[in-house]
């Protein structure tokens, strides 16, 4: 196990994220995502850039996947599910890349965040990205959000969550 993922890992725990590894088989995935997201949850999915095809077609027959949701339905949706561009081990975020459809509100408006990370992905500080060598240069050509646990404030008085994005942040990192 890389050092890299252990520190990955418990810097996500630490910004009160929940960790979780999952084997790569699509079927794994999608049972993962089953027992968190519940029964009865309107699901958003993102787009599917970073992972195999074959974990996004699991996905993809999720129940209660909305296909293509209305601004309404983005609206009410609880769970939000993201490839993530990449981890960084050194804070434990993970960087979304915007753009594709759906990307914003899959990864910034659901109560529930579920983000699916790859380890070849996790690199060890938020500079390497911008690095042309790393990931073959994409952090470059990209817009890139940083998301670190969820969301918080304490601006007002007490730590509140998801002011300004999701009150959970699930990461499966695939293994």
């Given at each position: 196990?890389?050092?890299?993922?252990?520190?990955?890992?418990?810097?996500g725990e630490a910004s009160a994220a929940t960790v979780e590894r999952v084997t790569?088989?699509?079927?794994s995935v999608r049972a993962a995502v089953e027992r968190i997201v519940g029964p009865?949850?309107?699901?958003?999915l993102g787009p599917d850039e970073f992972l195999p095809r074959e974990i996004w077609q699991a996905l993809r027959e999720l129940p209660g996947l909305i296909t293509e949701p209305t601004d309404k339905q983005?609206?009410?949706?609880?769970?939000?599910?993201?490839?993530?561009?990449?981890?960084v081990s050194s804070s434990g975020s993970v960087c979304i890349a915007m753009g594709p459809p759906l990307a914003a509100a899959a990864s910034l408006l659901m109560p529930l965040h579920i983000v699916v990370v790859s380890p070849e992905r996790i690199v060890a500080r938020p500079r390497d990205l911008f690095d042309p060598e790393c990931l073959g240069g994409e952090g470059l050509r990209r817009d890139l959000v940083f998301i670190t646990g969820?969301?918080?404030?304490?601006?007002?008085?007490?730590?509140?969550?998801?002011?300004?994005g999701p009150h959970r942040l699930h990461i499966l990192l695939l293994g």
């Open positions: 196990m890389s050092e890299r993922i252990v520190e990955f890992e418990a810097k790569s088989a699509p079927v009865s949850a309107k699901i958003v983005l609206s009410t949706a609880d769970v939000g599910i993201s490839g993530a561009f990449a981890g969820p969301s918080a404030t304490a601006d007002m008085g007490p730590l509140v969550r998801g002011v300004h």
